[in-house]
């Protein structure tokens, strides 16, 4: 069966369209534009952009041949032209109006499990669900709660891996007491594959849930046994505190991190009491437990790398942003006659390099509070890279003293250009 699974290329939808692939199906990935890839090889990438195609005319050519939809993209948070209502709302139900007049019967809506008040998110996912529910398709709205995988992690998922690898401490919020009923990836792939072979399962609500109901703390020790780090103690995080970092988060950063978490971190996340009872009446499957998952794949050094990693490299991206904008500062304050006479020997003006030195710390400003923003990431890190490239080697062919001096230009600013290009290649394309 060919089957158009949107937002392929996501935590859930990968796991989708490898499930999909393992029992013989021919996954179509349907992702933004800018990332038609090889991330599955030999599997075909069409470009689509959720936050745009909300018309049904811009799906039909999309559908030629396709005999089944899974729709999974979503977004944690709002950027820019990415909306909960074109992305949650406005996309999925054009692309659901399109199957109607393609004749594409079988829809599978991957949602999330919560309730209306839990935020946007939740709210703008269940009002795609109803949108669907008024069409005459064969749906089936699944409902996941918390969704990890033993063999990789991604967003809130991650941050979860990351408390669990913190040294000798793990701060929760409150004590840690929130109920979890988390769900493999893997099984929601499976999940997905049973559902297109019992067509007449459809018109229902599915919530998939794992079979145990977990504390917050103990699903992130779980994680922390199974990643082979010893014994930590946990710190009270107060709910006030936690929430003032989440809003933080929410407005200088784009991770996991955010309202949608917090609410999930303040209520827990469980199914209705028959949910896994109806998951097995209705397509015969018992999700795993996550103690079941642990046991069944060992953890790995990149694991571990992944796990105690996870919080430097924010570390390090406010860091260089507050070295940048100290940068400018200090390149404002500094007065004209010490400017100058940090630049013995130059052939320029003192009037010419005052007015360099003022553009420079500029731009260290600019580039400084644009990177504590998140504003386009990748491009913000390779202008500071080039800009940093360019003044040692400006400093080391103007004044060559400089390169035998262990607090010259070129030698200090090495590090730096080190963990600039480190965080470089670590940030993913949005």
Same mark, same amino acid.
């Given at each position: &069966? $060919?089957?158009?699974?949107?937002?392929?290329?996501?935590?859930?939808?990968?796991?989708?369209?490898?499930?999909?692939?393992?029992?013989?199906?021919?996954?179509?990935?349907?992702?933004?534009?800018?990332?038609?890839?090889?991330?599955?090889?030999?599997?075909?990438?069409?470009?689509?952009?959720?936050?745009?195609?909300?018309?049904?005319?811009?799906?039909?050519?999309? /559908?030629?041949?396709?005999?089944?939809?899974?729709?999974?993209?979503?977004?944690?948070?709002?950027?820019?032209?990415?909306?909960?209502?074109?992305?949650?709302?406005?996309?999925?139900?054009?692309?659901?109006?399109?199957?109607?007049?393609?004749?594409? $019967?079988?829809?599978?809506?991957?949602?999330?499990?919560?309730?209306?008040?839990?935020?946007?998110?939740?709210?703008?996912?269940?009002?795609?669900?109803?949108?669907?529910?008024?069409?005459?398709?064969?749906?089936?709205?699944? #409902?996941?709660?918390?969704?990890?995988?033993?063999?990789?992690?991604?967003?809130?998922?991650?941050?979860?891996?990351?408390?669990?690898?913190?040294?000798?401490?793990?701060?929760?919020?409150? #004590?840690?007491?929130?109920?979890?009923?988390?769900?493999?990836?893997?099984?929601?792939?499976?999940?997905?594959?049973?559902?297109?072979?019992?067509?007449?399962?459809?018109?229902?609500?599915?919530? /998939?849930?794992?079979?145990?109901?977990?504390?917050? #703390?103990?699903?992130?020790?779980?994680?922390?046994?199974? /990643?082979?780090?010893?014994?930590?103690?946990?710190?009270?995080?107060?709910?006030?505190?936690?929430?003032?970092?989440?809003?933080?988060?929410?407005?200088?950063?784009?991770?996991?991190?955010?309202?949608?978490?917090?609410?999930?971190?303040?209520?827990?996340?469980?199914?209705?009491?028959?949910?896994?009872? $109806?998951?097995?009446?209705?397509?015969?499957?018992?999700?795993?437990?996550?103690? $079941?998952?642990?046991?069944?794949?060992?953890?790995?050094?990149?694991?571990?790398?992944?796990?105690?990693?996870?919080?430097?490299?924010?570390?390090?991206?406010?860091?260089?942003?507050?070295?940048?904008?100290?940068?400018?500062?200090?390149?404002?304050?500094?007065?004209?006659?010490?400017?100058?006479?940090?630049?013995?020997?130059?052939?320029?003006?003192?009037?010419?390099?005052?007015?360099?030195?003022?553009?420079?710390?500029?731009?260290?400003?600019?580039?400084?509070?644009?990177?504590?923003?998140?504003?386009?990431?990748?491009?913000?890190?390779?202008?500071?890279?080039? &800009?940093?490239?360019?003044?040692?080697?400006?400093?080391?062919?103007?004044?060559?003293?400089?390169?035998?001096?262990?607090?010259?230009?070129?030698?200090?600013?090495?590090?730096?250009?080190?963990?600039?290009?480190?965080?470089? &290649?670590?940030?993913?394309?949005?």
């Amino acid at each position: &069966m $060919r089957v158009l699974v949107t937002g392929a290329y996501g935590f859930i939808g990968a796991h989708i369209v490898a499930a999909l692939t393992a029992a013989g199906h021919e996954a179509v990935c349907a992702v933004r534009g800018a990332r038609v890839d090889a991330r599955f090889p030999g599997l075909r990438a069409i470009a689509c952009d959720m936050a745009h195609d909300v018309r049904s005319e811009d799906w039909l050519h999309r /559908l030629a041949g396709v005999e089944a939809v899974v729709n999974c993209a979503g977004i944690l948070r709002e950027r820019r032209a990415d909306t909960y209502a074109a992305i949650h709302e406005q996309a999925p139900l054009a692309l659901f109006r399109a199957c109607l007049q393609a004749g594409v $019967r079988r829809v599978i809506q991957v949602s999330a499990l919560g309730h209306a008040d839990d935020g946007e998110f939740i709210a703008s996912k269940h009002r795609g669900d109803t949108a669907l529910m008024t069409l005459e398709l064969d749906w089936l709205v699944l #409902r996941p709660s918390l969704v990890y995988s033993v063999r990789g992690s991604y967003g809130g998922s991650s941050l979860l891996r990351g408390l669990a690898g913190l040294p000798g401490l793990l701060p929760l919020p409150g #004590r840690g007491g929130q109920p979890l009923q988390p769900i493999a990836a893997e099984d929601i792939g499976t999940t997905v594959v049973a559902a297109l072979a019992r067509r007449q399962v459809t018109r229902e609500v599915l919530e /998939l849930v794992g079979p145990d109901v977990l504390s917050l #703390r103990d699903y992130v020790l779980a994680w922390r046994r199974w /990643l082979g780090f010893g014994r930590a103690y946990t710190l009270a995080v107060p709910a006030p505190l936690a929430r003032l970092a989440c809003t933080l988060a929410e407005h200088l950063g784009n991770g996991p991190l955010g309202s949608t978490m917090a609410r999930m971190l303040e209520r827990g996340n469980v199914g209705t009491a028959d949910a896994t009872t $109806r998951l097995r009446e209705r397509l015969g499957l018992v999700p795993r437990s996550l103690r $079941r998952a642990l046991a069944e794949t060992p953890s790995h050094v990149q694991d571990r790398w992944h796990a105690r990693l996870y919080f430097c490299l924010p570390l390090l991206r406010v860091s260089v942003a507050l070295l940048w904008i100290g940068s400018g500062v200090t390149g404002w304050l500094t007065p004209p006659a010490d400017v100058v006479a940090a630049a013995p020997g130059s052939s320029l003006p003192a009037g010419s390099l005052l007015g360099l030195a003022r553009i420079t710390a500029s731009a260290d400003l600019l580039l400084g509070a644009l990177c504590l923003l998140r504003w386009r990431p990748r491009l913000v890190l390779g202008l500071m890279l080039a &800009m940093l490239l360019g003044y040692t080697f400006a400093i080391g062919i103007a004044w060559p003293v400089h390169w035998l001096d262990p607090f010259g230009g070129l030698l200090k600013n090495l590090p730096l250009i080190v963990v600039l290009a480190i965080l470089l &290649m670590t940030e993913e394309r949005r």
